[in-house]
Structures are given as C-alpha cells and as structure tokens.
C-alpha cells in the first residue's frame, strides 16, 4: 500500500487543517489506517486510527474533541479534520497503514506497516 498525506501547512492557534492521505489499494478491507505525529527529539505518537471495514475509530486523549479521522472509501481516502489547534499541535504528521492490526494494538506505531511521507503542520501562538 502506497499513501500519499497532503494538508499540512500554517494556521493560527484556534484555527482548522483538514489532512487527507490517499492509499494506492482500492480494496482496504482489514486495514486499519493511522496518523501519527512526530516533533525533532520525541518519539512518533498516536494521534488516530480508523478501521476501514466498520469505521470505529479511537483518539489519543491530547486530540479527542478537536480531531475527527474519517474515511472515503470511494476515494480510497482518510481524512484528518482538526479544529481548535493549539501550537503543541505542530509536529510532522504522517498516515500509516495496517493489516491484521488488532484493537489494542492501533495505537503502536510498530502495528503498522505502510507509512506516507509525511507533511508538515505548523500552530503558530
């Protein structure tokens, strides 16, 4: 699976970014589809996931609110939606893709096998 992220960019504390990543598979029965995000010197964290056959979908606790992840499946597509950005919302954010990843384990980025490229979201105060 190939995923391709786009969205990111420079917005105001309060302000929204919707994030998109468009996997290379028409077929994502049994995927689970992730964003992480990822600041110089820390460790990529959990963001949200999404079950593409179902839709259940879990947050961290630091977005749960603000954030919606959801999926397209005519467009082979997740969305990231988030609103009241904060500036410790400004990270690198990258989607990733699972198979067989098990629901405790959605939150571990090792669960998942498939990384885009990352893009770049920036919170200013």
């Known amino acids: 699976v190939q995923l391709q992220a786009s969205g990111g960019g420079l917005v105001q504390a309060g302000g929204s970014l919707r994030l998109s990543c468009a996997a290379s598979?028409?077929?994502?029965?049994?995927?689970?589809m992730g964003w992480f995000r990822q600041v110089p010197g820390k460790e990529r964290e959990f963001v949200a996931a999404?079950?593409?056959?179902?839709?259940?979908?879990s947050y961290a606790d630091s977005v749960k609110g603000r954030f919606t992840i959801s999926r397209d499946n005519a467009k082979s597509t997740v969305w990231l939606q988030m609103n009241s950005l904060k500036p410790e919302d400004t990270a690198v954010y990258y989607c990733?893709?699972?198979?067989?990843?098990?629901?405790?384990?959605?939150?571990?980025?090792?669960?998942?096998?498939?990384w885009g490229q990352g893009t770049l979201v920036t919170v200013s105060s």
């Open positions: 990733a893709a699972g198979r067989g990843v098990i629901l405790s384990n959605q939150r571990n980025r090792y669960a998942y096998s498939y």
């Open positions: 999404i079950r593409w056959s179902g839709g259940t979908t």
């Open positions: 598979e028409r077929t994502l029965n049994g995927v689970v």
